[in-house]
């Protein structure tokens, strides 16, 4: 997938927004590489992604970076893109054992598309509460997994938490987070008796006007890449895939 061009700098800022929404106080920069070093089931909290799409082999490099997880007690794990530039870098894992998983896309949009995506009728909390946190244990979810992205999202540290609620429950909930001239979205949820009915685009849309206010114009969002009905969403608010990347892994 060669997705639109980006030059070099939104690359990194890309790389470097996402790490700061879900392990902004353990992460390292490695050579080229950014690390995040929090454990857990976010995938992109643990695992280490190129700052740009143009790398050699480098065996070394590799290796600097398996002795930092090893010194964590972390398994290591590559979120590599598919693009030319990196292709050595793929050949070079496959060499020593690592294997393709997870195909997820980064998408991006221009806030200003993502606010008209639906009417705005979520509402923005300072700080996640309960009933925002439930919504990640309700059926459907693993509640396990629900209960970790609820305690890391909650750490951001600069970031507008949004909720669909009425006399009846809050019902889908989001989040956007503020780094490097983006805003990323993270932990869109919609509980399962509630799909189909439009929620998780007004979320959207109320967290892109939060942007909007802040005068950030564009923002991104990773979304496995077999997740149709919310690529659909997110094709209709505007948003277009930049690159794919998989989760390079030892079996």
Known sequence: MSGLYLPPGDVEAIERATVAAVAHDACQLIGPWILALRPGTIGRARSAA??????????????????????????????????EGLSGVAELLAERGYRPEQPTLVMAASVAQAAAVAEP??????????????????????????????????????????????????????????AAGWASLHGMRTAQARRGQGLAGQVVARLAAEAAVRGVERMFLQVEE???????????AGFNALWRYRYWRRP
Do not use: K
């Open 50 to 83: 190129p700052r740009t799409h143009t790398l050699v082999r480098d065996e070394s490099l590799l290796s600097r970076i398996e002795a930092a997880y090893r010194a964590r007690d972390m398994i290591t794990e590559f979120r590599l893109p598919d693009v």
């Open 121 to 178: 009728l979520a509402i923005c909390l300072e700080a996640p509460d309960e009933a925002w946190a439930n919504v990640f244990l309700g059926q459907g979810f693993d509640p396990a997994d629900g209960a970790h992205r609820v305690q890391t999202l909650s750490r951001s540290p600069d970031a507008v938490f949004a909720a669909v609620r009425d006399d009846t429950g809050t019902h889908a909930v989001g989040v956007a987070a503020f």
């Open 226 to 236: 077999a997740n149709a009905p919310a690529r659909a969403l997110y094709a209709r």
